[in-house]
């Protein structure tokens, strides 16, 4: 049902799992009309163009095509940095998924590009526009619960990545828990001022081996005084678990896990509820389509990002801090 | 994402609440190509056209039209047989709202009309296609609470129609039970025997004024002896309350209400989990899309209808014994 | 930590499984000296009198002994009324579980010679005790739902006696429903103006073969319009359902069952929460300690009995009414 | 109930408020003959002589008294370790109130004198006996979630201490973590090797002027890798929040809190369940029972305490370490 006339030319490149929710998104999405695809695998290419009616390019032609307003980046990580760089001196406005790189100082200096060129970016943290975490993140806001005192944020993955990608992730913090640096910034609304690290490997050998950890617990503090609290596992057996419990001065907040579906059964067993949500995809489905309709805002013109370049830079500082932190035993003070 | 190609023609024959929801679900469908709306209202009318990029067209456009194989009845009850009858002749497959018509001779009537000209159609009961009762239904069948015993279905309106609606409705068991009627035939898949109606005006007195009721429960007994109760009221002022309770041999399987988020606060008053859903449009989005999804199906020929005119015919028939029961209080034999 | 000299001496008749908890709650409450136990039992008697340090004792010592002011009647139902005369022409306030007889007119000529005796009589029906039902008895009064419209009643065993058993014991209305027919009467507060039953024999042949059902829905009517569902099986599974509804122009108000504990499980096969309790021992514990606690108020004078031999009357006549309707298959109009 | 004869004489020192929660569940206990009472306060006393018909005596009285087989002490903090080596030197088996004392020194020394003398010695964790930590504890035992990976303990006061009590509390870790370190040693099975804690002063200023805080997240890292979190605060306005979460390589288990009934609203606000108790009296009243009938079984030479004096010291030395964090911002290796 979209609007030929009045919708606005974009281009996605990286066509893999999370490009294909993109595309599909952007593609239903009245406001854009998502022309190129770009991508190095045929068969990816293939199956999002017969999907959303695009066409495939390389990205000479995306960059070079003044009638593409903006990009969607869904390639592989080590590829970001570039890509938002290229896109912004070709003056399109970027939705990057995250991180913008691995590395600190390479971050730095491509959000200075980005800043010359003067052109918005937006950083895929999809679980800020999760209706869920929203209502909570609204709730806070509107001063529920009085002032925040204590934060807590269960992640658990449903399963470990395989140890080829462990190589590439940058490790637990900067891969995994980034995503709730991110939740814990937003939420808490007071600097962090410090972070302790405690980690261990329980789940799978071989990412020890790796020198990575799979089982790790966090604590921030802000400036203001509140604590907040990040539970991580690499493998949770009952699925995706992503809850948040929001601690102040009148109350509480919790947001309960996503489940499959509303059916309980009751047998001499005991109660048994539905199952949750089996990972990111199912679990963020409707985060992933209302950060679409905001990339169209902001390509509309009639937003600015709520996840910026800064917000990645910030959550990866605090990834690196983290790292310190499980290293030295320290407290690390920012 | 519609691959014009291969999709297939179909005119949407009334534009109002209901009929811009499958108007909606139609054009996201990419199997479905929504061509033409009709409707005596300009407005609506146009309301969808610039929504879908469908065509305003006439009746007698769509009936002539070869290229339209289906066709989505949404206009009013009075007119849901006479364009049944004209779509079958014109040899359409045919999606028609609930109910079929208020007059139980004139749905015969029309039914075989639709069987003398071979034509599928379904009559839009959505609660079969909503995810939960669907997971609900299916676990019954797989015996997962052995002999199905009672069937508890809760259904109340979030608030009653306006005196002139009421009017027109054929009352509360043709109009708003008739979708529980059809569940229970659906759940308990045994022939239903008897049915005993009790009903109270308590709610609007102007309903009781027109003869009608807005309170009831109903009780039901199939041949297997299970028996059923359905709980009815028209104003349930926290909402859109849709539950249902399936009790057997080795067991009992719950529906709870759908809620409007996962977040939930504890505050001195207590716990307060989120609100249920206003009414029926949210409630049952995603069976309003399984739904056309399953009408595509049936278009392409893989599917025969779910919900048929002879379900429409059968849940009309349990209301005519409610009202038998509700003035005579006796228990209606059937 | 009995207070000898001002507690007051009563007896107990019948020390089977119910006597047993009478005898148990009677002797833990300071206010009450429990001196006397007669059972024909031999073994029964030996085990109450060793937990509490009463004596045995025979009818006519109990009757005969002006210093017993109270007596508790949990002997086989035949004997309810026979006792409750004997005792009313005692002197003594009396306890007697439910029901007074199983006969009408032998119940209404036992009420009768309390009456004459100015005795005050309570009637078991121990569910008004319990806490959860007594809150929710207390929120409709305080009007926290409105104008009461519908309540539903899910009154379900465990599992079905024996054969034996329902021979003597009236049948499902007057054996098990009493209770709901009493929590109906209790929360409705408006006179019940018809019944219409609707049953089946689902869970044991043998309770057919008596002439019996095991599975009912009852619905009752009162002057005001509210309309009350009885849900009851013989046999559950997954343990003692006990659940109420209440529902009005304010909005609802749920009983949930009582779990064993607050443990709950997530696994692959989704959330496990605890189970319900088995019987009726276990859930109305505290039900059983109030209301003794209850009757050492009568015994004190300070309350009058919340449970009389009326409501024990209207709770066997709607029993009987049931019956008439379950029969006859028409609405009975008391 | 009591079964004088054969009942084990016992005297209680302190007769404050938990003081008389230990006196109610001795004086009901049949195993128990509750003989002295030993307290400063005339009225507390006098008090709790009423309610279970013990003497009065002096401490001198109590030791020197051959047939006094236990002591309960529940006088205030600083008396314990006195009592408890007076206790020992008589010959007393001995139930203390946690802590034995707030100096750690202080507490090897006197649990010197209690193994010179052989005397079981039970320290009031009380927690341990509580329904439903006792089922996760069994159900982590039975291997239901497979290895223990993560326990997240959340555990809040509803209301601050005063001033004047917060000066001898020994601070948050000494008074109010020292259950949950208690706690978590108990369900993490493996040694705790190092201890982190974040804390800040949120909910009362009074509490930081006496150098405390209130509001505290600690965390604990065992020889198996497992990481414990705890989550105190002094004040929770909704109510005792007392939940722990564990999980495994095979799943998670959860205790919520105990609601005060099982009744729930659901009106236009949402739905409203039922509130949390108030304090630890009311949470672990069936805890404090099952603490005496465990006290009973170690009278009766049936059990050894569950919960000792190594145990009371290892808590204490948790504390202090996460003082020592908490100051240095270490991590702290035990």
Same mark, same amino acid.
């Given at each position: ?63 070079? *095509?003044?009638? /593409?307003?903006? &990009?969607?980046?869904?390639? +592989? ?7 938002? !760089? %290229? @896109? ?100 808490? *609304?007071?600097? /962090?001022?410090? &972070?302790?690290?405690?980690? +261990? ?7 020890? !081996? %790796? @020198? ?123």
């Amino acid at each position: 049902m979209t609007n030929i006339n009045s919708s606005i030319p974009i281009a996605l490149i990286g066509a893999g799992r999370i490009g294909k929710i993109h595309a599909g998104n952007a593609s239903r999405n009245p406001a854009l009309n998502l022309k190129y695809i770009v991508d190095g695998y045929q068969l990816a290419r293939d199956d999002v163009t017969a999907a959303t009616g695009a066409e495939e390019a390389s990205l000479a032609q995306v960059f070079a *095509d003044d009638s /593409i307003k903006g &990009i969607i980046i869904a390639s +592989s990580t080590d590829t970001h940095a570039d890509l938002i !760089e %290229q @896109g912004a001196r070709a003056g399109k406005i970027i939705f990057c998924e995250k991180p913008v790189d691995l590395d600190l100082s390479r971050v730095d200096q491509c959000l200075k590009t980005v800043e010359e060129n003067s052109v918005p970016l937006l950083v895929g943290f999809n679980r800020r526009y999760d209706p869920h975490f929203s209502a909570l993140h609204r709730r806070l806001k509107n001063g529920e619960i009085g002032t925040i005192e204590q934060i807590v944020i269960t992640s658990r993955d449903p399963s470990p990545p395989p140890a080829e990608y462990i190589a590439v992730s940058g490790g637990i913090f900067r891969d995994m828990t980034i995503h709730d640096f991110d939740m814990a910034r937003w939420l808490l *609304d007071s600097k /962090i001022i410090s &972070i302790q690290a405690t980690g +261990s490997c329980m789940v799978d050998p071989a990412i020890g !081996e %790796q @020198g990575d950890i799979d089982t790790a617990i966090i604590v921030l503090k802000t400036e203001s005084g509140a604590i907040c609290s990040i539970i991580n596992s690499r493998r949770a057996v009952y699925g995706y678990d992503q809850r948040i419990e929001a601690f102040g001065s009148k109350g509480l907040l919790q947001v309960a896990n996503v489940t499959e579906d509303q059916v309980s059964a009751i047998t001499p067993q005991g109660m048994t509820g539905p199952r949750i949500g089996n990972f990111f995809l199912e679990r963020y489905a409707a985060a992933y389509e209302q950060e679409m309709n905001h990339f169209a805002d902001v390509l509309k013109g009639t937003a600015t990002p709520l996840t910026t370049g800064h917000d990645g830079r910030q959550a990866l500082a605090l990834a690196e801090a983290a790292l310190r932190s499980l290293k030295t035993g320290k407290t690390i003070f920012l």
